[in-house]
C-alpha cells in the first residue's frame, strides 16, 4: 500500500515538470528515491520521458527543413503534455505508470 505522501510527492514530479521541467523532478526524486520505491519509479520514469522527448524534438527541429518537423514538433508538445497529466493522475491514485514510445535508459 502506497502513502499518501509518496503518492502526493510522485504526482507532484509529473505536475511540476511543467513549470520547472528537469530542477523539480531531479530535487524531489534525488531526496525522496531511498525513502520510497514508488516515488525512486515515477523519478525513473520521467527522466526516461524527459531524454526519449529531448531526442525526439532535436529530430523533429532537424526535420523542420523539409516542412514535417513543424508538424512533429506540436504532436510532441501535446502528447508530452497530455501524458504528463496522464502520469500525475495514475501517480497520485497510487499506480505505476509507463510512458509509451520512449527509451528505458534509467532501470
Not at 499518501?4 to 528515491?33: D, H, M, N, Q, T
Not at 526516461?48 to 523542420?64: D, E, K, P, R
Amino acid at each position: 500500500m502506497v502513502k499518501s505522501e509518496e503518492r502526493l510527492l510522485a504526482a507532484g514530479i509529473y505536475v511540476l515538470s511543467i513549470f520547472f521541467p528537469v530542477l523539480a523532478p531531479l530535487i524531489i526524486w534525488l531526496i525522496k528515491k531511498d525513502d520510497s520505491s514508488f516515488i525512486d519509479y515515477h523519478g525513473k520514469e520521467y527522466f526516461n520521458f524527459a531524454i526519449s522527448y529531448a531526442v525526439y524534438s532535436v529530430i523533429s527541429g532537424i526535420l523542420v527543413i523539409v516542412v514535417i518537423g513543424i508538424f512533429l514538433l506540436w504532436a510532441l508538445g501535446i502528447a508530452a503534455f497530455i501524458f504528463t497529466i496522464i502520469a500525475a493522475v495514475k501517480a497520485y491514485e497510487g499506480n505505476q505508470y509507463q510512458f509509451p514510445l520512449i527509451f528505458r535508459l534509467l532501470k
